[in-house]
């Protein structure tokens, strides 16, 4: 299964986000549908962790908050990213982090929804690469802002015909969600954002390319470039990618799934089941630890199971 593109967004706008897309097709990730079209499956972010706290009488289940210049992310890692959750306790806060993780998603009721961020790869950084990140997200949540303007001017909102504009396939297709879905875009927020996000840079400015959103002109500033230390970290994930894939892409892994997803509707009562039975019980079927996880966050992205509370699985 082809690994979902990392996007680059901010806060501001992915807590935003109240849609959400399951393909009902098999072997199909899910997606959170930003107000402006991003297509979110997974996000690559940086911003300052400012607290992690431990929600589990286990000690095995942790919450972050990463701010960036418009809001807050919330993040939830547990034992199957021990990696990352064993990372985010050795880190000293306040300091300024890079992470890669996927969306998620929590409806505690009919038309309410939370999305926060399981985190794959948590890493410190400086305080430039994180002027960098605004700067490009900036520049990110500028095209967006346009493409949306660009298919608010058709008599009906077309993903082909925005593709032709030279948009994404992704995000075309995510403009369409959104204006399907959301009533009254208000990109003057979301200018206003990328203003806000700008006023964190140092100095030694000069001008993005103007915005005119009801004829009102924008002036939008960005700083100039800095060493971009982040591709490093995204080269390095390309790497594990590459690596992963293979399993992925190996016949015996569709068996896995199978399995973890038959022990999952033995196991499951009325409110779900548990990981650790769900783990125990997948051991018993010869599976390791790894295998077991990896097959859960595919099941998970396929929309074949999810996660009504952390830690427990439904079908």
Known sequence: MKRQTAWRVFAGEFN?????????????????????????????????????ENISQEGDLLRAHISDPTGVFTLYSGQYQKEVTDALTKIEVPTFVAVIGKARTYNPEEGLMYVSIRPERIMEVSAEIRDKWIYETCKNTKDRIEAVMEAMKMDESNASELTKLGYSKELSEGIVEALKNYENIDLKKYVALIKESLQYLRPNKETLPDLKINNEETNEEKI???????????????????????????ENFAEVEDT???????VEGEDGAAWDLITDNCKKAGLDKDTIEEALNSLMDKGLIYEPVLGTIKT
């Open 224 to 250: 100039e470039d800095i060493d971009n230390k982040e591709e490093i970290f995204e080269k390095e994930e390309v790497k594990k990618t590459e690596n992963e894939k293979s399993k992925e892409e190996d």
């Open 260 to 266: 973890v997803l038959e022990t999952i509707k033995k």
């Open 16 to 52: 935003d986000s109240t849609v959400e897309v399951k393909s009902q097709e098999e072997m199909t990730p899910s997606f959170v549908i930003t107000p402006l079209g991003a297509k979110v499956n997974r996000l690559f972010i940086i911003g300052v962790l400012t607290d992690v």
